[in-house]
């Protein structure tokens, strides 16, 4: 196939074709008369007569093959020849346009193709502020799945037409395609992009990795779901309109060093209990290491509230004020501060301290020491837990520890002992924020309770755990305040607990290296208990068995000897009992004995000799 | 949120704190927090003065000339930073009686340990307290491990106050004759300081919302875990005390203790200096015969609301 006839596709409702006239048709002005539709590397055209019945529009395309313009030309439409990576560009539509009227652009599947199309963009950006006008483009995503996974896997086979046509010159993902927009002064205002589970590059047929039914590749798509969205795209088509051009506008520069602060300490409150706020950022201004931040995110707070949550933090001293941010939020449920403090971070990582917890000063130390040999690893120290109450004295409200600091959860970790039971307190762990901004990793909101433990699945999966083996929290456990333990009934959170299992359940799950020690030493143990548990059970039933053979000989032996159930004389076979005979003579002394020699057998075999 | 307590009558803070090999950066935590507490007290009227005394019982001087110079330019909040450096180990009782003649000005003294950070408004309830002119000495509340010793709800009344950070009137202080620093070289003098209060008729208060951070640690299962030093003077200590608010009979239970074969050295030394002191009568008359004021109980001198 040659160049000139590869992309020669028909105009269907579910490509690009289609797909642009729907843009179009939501977003081109209602003041069409005159007006022009440019299409830029319009190729044949394919686009042209459906947008001249569609819309009424003058269709002029521009390309630079003399082919294509001349196949369009013999079919009586306006083609004019332009070099889209020429600086002047710009100048060169204008001329085109020839002060007519712009109502909109086409620009299909030809960005990838220039060696440099920021000109271009860019005076599509200029045409359209200057004429209101509105543009359509599409582009291939070169991180669909099916190149994502093949590309982790060493594979990359360019191909005559398609995601990776050997003619691209540049590579566009979706955010590296916003960027590029931004830089032209260019706005999506709505996509309608193609989708394709098996794109072109979906080959082999048999590639275990491109399977949608291989565990591999669900865990991967599982993953890449989290991180970004667009891994069945096949082609970005948007609808674009002018927009200011942002004052970062370069390429972005790798970043070969590490984020300036070490660690953001995201702190909810509710604003409704400020000696707790006080305590929990005296923890703060007391640390040994203050390589932090600190995003305090007042949750629904009404204006007495944030009031408070203001008060304290002016009254904190300077070196650690000036590294508090304070951020008001009025919606969403537990989860929701937790995930604007994780978008507003800046640390290299992150941890969620609650306005009543408690650390010790080597708090912060503690998990900068460790990054230094487990970057990228969740860093977990101990909390200990601790009963506490409200007390007042002297009219002042303080807080009263009513129990001794107690070692409740397990000092090393296991994430299958995770899958059971949460034993990592939000403030015993920190994680790295790429988790955020790389992997896409949110507290989830629809969960009224326990989002911190399925947030430390889906973290410690991905970046495992890194113990360090010291008590460095205390975590609070209110006698007599409301908590999130007093304000959500039991049922809600087994169901939540459900909801993780059920997730987990969902998708493949990843171990880390040894774990799996772990549980064959766990499924041993259980083998042995289920063999022991079935030798007893086979015991209790030879025993049940032979006990109810047992009963039956006695209740038959006391029916015998007129004997009820408790072994009193039955009254009515007193009653009843024909009289006996009188004696002629009395019993010899065999005769005596054979019934109690018969009971005393009897007694011996119901003793189980 | 309730307003925050004002005293009436605004004070001199004169907060004192014994150094002894004390990381500067510690140093600095704390006068950045007392710096802070003192632009408060200022700017609310809280207070009229604010000084700060570091005694250096280290056998190397912790801060130079230089050091003072720029603490106290940092932090200018504090109207005085002075610094004084003994020479030798004094230990917490001599050298708070000795700071607390360094500086004139203060009325109330705050006792502090050279690791605690104080909350910004720790200062200003503590002395709200002394509104009532039945108080005579007042603790804060210890983060992250508090101290389990028990107070009354409502009052905040209580056996003894820990000077890891507490505040008396320096005139009742003077009055009371300061620590007992030839009984305690550290630890207990703080009990037996508040018991003097409490015998003089006044109260000692234990304030929950006054609350400071004092940088201490515990092992993995919530255990205490104390230094060296601190297994050794309060073993003393709690010889000295026993003896001085008479309890004849728990003193030779202790010494049947510390004097057994397998005792810890520390302990061991504890009790033959307690039977040096005794021999060359330095021992303290005995008080409290009736036991009015004083607490023993399981080797702790108040009821505590939870072991640690």
Same mark, same amino acid.
């Given at each position: ?181 931004? !830089? ?5 205002? +709505?996509?309608?992009?193609? @989708?394709? =589970?098996? %794109?072109? $590059?979906? /080959?082999? #047929? ?65 604003? !409704? ?5 006080? +305590?929990?950022?005296?923890? @703060?201004? =007391?640390? %040994?290491? $203050?390589? /932090?931040? #600190? ?315 | ?308």
């Amino acid at each position: 196939m040659s160049d000139l006839h590869k992309y020669d596709n028909a105009v269907q409702p579910d490509n690009k074709f289609g797909h642009t006239l729907a843009l179009l048709e939501r977003h081109v002005g209602a003041d069409r008369d005159g007006a022009v539709h440019l299409d830029l590397a319009c190729g044949f055209g394919h686009i042209a007569e459906p947008i001249v019945d569609a819309f009424g529009l003058h269709y002029v395309g521009v390309d630079l093959d003399d082919l294509e313009l001349d196949a369009l030309r013999s079919r009586g439409l306006e083609a004019h020849a332009a070099d889209l990576t020429d600086p002047e560009v710009g100048d060169r539509l204008v001329k085109i346009l020839d002060g007519r009227r712009l109502a909109s652009v086409t620009f299909l599947d030809g960005l990838e193709h220039l060696t440099d199309g920021s000109h271009a963009l860019a005076a599509v950006g200029r045409l359209l502020a200057e004429h209101r006008a509105v543009a359509v483009t599409s582009v291939p995503n070169v991180t669909h799945l099916d190149v994502g996974i093949k590309t982790l896997l060493g594979e990359w086979a360019y191909t005559e037409a398609g995601l990776l046509d050997v003619t691209h010159y540049q590579l566009y993902s979706h955010a590296s395609l916003t960027s590029a927009m931004a !830089r032209a002064g260019l706005r999506c205002i +709505e996509s309608n992009d193609v @989708l394709l =589970a098996r %794109s072109d $590059q979906h /080959f082999s #047929v048999d590639h275990v990795g491109l399977s949608e039914a291989t565990t591999m590749s669900a865990w991967l798509r599982s993953v890449r779901e989290s991180a970004e969205p667009h891994g069945l795209v096949n082609q970005f088509v948007w609808a674009l309109t002018a927009s200011p051009v942002p004052a970062e506008t370069g390429l972005p520069e790798p970043v070969t060093s590490h984020g300036d602060t070490f660690l953001s300490v995201v702190m909810r409150t509710q604003g !409704r209990r400020p000696q707790e706020l006080r +305590e929990a950022l005296l923890c @703060l201004a =007391a640390q %040994s290491c $203050q390589d /932090f931040e #600190v995003l305090v995110v007042a949750h629904k707070t009404n204006v007495e509230e944030q009031k408070s949550v203001e008060e304290v933090i002016e009254d904190q001293p300077p070196y650690l004020r000036e590294r508090i941010r304070l951020l008001l939020l009025d919606r969403g449920r537990r989860s929701t501060p937790l995930n604007l403090g994780l978008d507003e971070a800046r640390g290299r990582y992150v941890a969620v301290f609650d306005d009543d917890d408690v650390v010790m000063g080597d708090w912060v130390k503690e998990f900068a020491d460790a990054e230094r040999e487990s970057r990228g690893r969740l860093l977990r120290t101990v909390s200990l837990r601790q009963t506490a109450s409200v007390d007042t004295v002297r009219g002042q409200v303080g807080i009263r520890s009513t129990g001794a600091p107690t070692a409740m959860y397990s000092p090393t970790f296991s994430l299958t002992g995770h899958l059971v039971e949460n034993q990592s307190p939000p403030i015993s762990w920190i994680f790295p924020r790429s988790l955020v901004t790389d992997f896409g990793l949110h507290y989830d909101d629809s969960m009224t309770t326990t989002e911190d433990w399925e947030f430390l699945l889906r973290a410690a999966e991905i970046a495992g755990v890194r113990d360090i083996g010291r008590g460095t929290a205390i975590y609070r456990w209110w006698e007599t305040r409301e908590s999130s333990r007093t304000e959500h009934v039991a049922d809600e959170w087994a169901q939540n607990q459900g909801e993780i299992e059920r997730r987990i359940d969902a998708r493949p799950f990843l171990l880390p290296a040894g774990e799996t020690r772990v549980l064959r030493a766990k499924l041993r143990e259980l083998k042995q208990l289920k063999k022991l548990n079935n030798q007893q059970s086979r015991r209790i039933a030879r025993l049940e068995v032979a006990q109810s053979r047992h009963f039956a000989q006695i209740k038959r032996l006391r029916r015998k000897l007129g004997l009820d159930e408790k072994g009193a004389p039955l009254a009515g076979a007193r009653r009843h009992a024909p009289q006996a005979p009188a004696p002629a003579a009395a019993p010899t002394l065999r005769q005596r004995l054979r019934p109690r020699t018969r009971l005393r057998a009897l007694a011996a075999r119901l003793r189980g000799r | 949120m309730p307003p925050e307590p004002r005293p009436t009558a605004p004070a001199v803070i004169g907060v004192q704190s014994l150094l002894f090999h004390t990381p500067v950066e510690s140093i600095e935590r704390m006068l950045a927090a007392l710096d802070n507490s003192s632009r408060i007290g200022l700017a609310e009227g809280l207070c009229t003065g604010f000084t700060v005394t570091l005694g250096d019982g280290s056998s190397t001087r912790v801060l130079d000339d230089d050091d003072v110079v720029r603490l106290q330019a940092a932090h200018p909040h504090l109207h005085e930073v002075k610094y004084h450096w003994f020479g030798w180990n004094v230990g917490t009782s001599r050298g708070h009686n000795a700071m607390a003649e360094l500086i004139a000005e203060p009325t109330h003294l705050i006792f502090s340990n050279p690791d605690v950070v104080p909350e910004p408004r720790a200062i200003w309830r503590m002395l709200e307290v002394f509104d009532d002119p039945a108080v005579g000495f007042v603790e804060a509340k210890q983060l992250p491990i508090e101290h389990p010793k028990d107070f009354a709800s409502g009052t905040g009344e209580t056996g003894w106050a820990t000077t890891a950070f507490a505040m008396t009137p320096k005139d009742l202080f003077l009055e009371l004759g300061g620590f007992d620093e030839e009984s305690f070289f550290m630890y207990c003098d703080d009990v037996d300081y508040s018991w003097r209060v409490r015998e003089a008729g006044r109260s000692v208060i234990y304030q929950p919302a006054a609350v400071v951070f004092h940088d201490k640690y515990l092992s993995l299962d919530g255990a205490w875990q104390p230094t060296g030093a601190e297994v050794k003077y309060s073993a003393r200590a709690a010889l000295a005390l026993a003896h001085k608010w008479s309890r004849p009979g728990l003193v030779k239970k202790i010494l049947q203790g510390y004097e057994h074969p397998d005792a810890l050295p520390a302990h061991q030394e504890a009790a033959a200096e307690f039977r040096r002191r005794q021999k060359r009568g330095l021992l303290p008359e005995p008080r409290d015969p009736e036991h009015q004021i004083s607490m023993f109980k399981n080797s702790r001198y108040a009821e505590h609301r939870f072991p640690l």
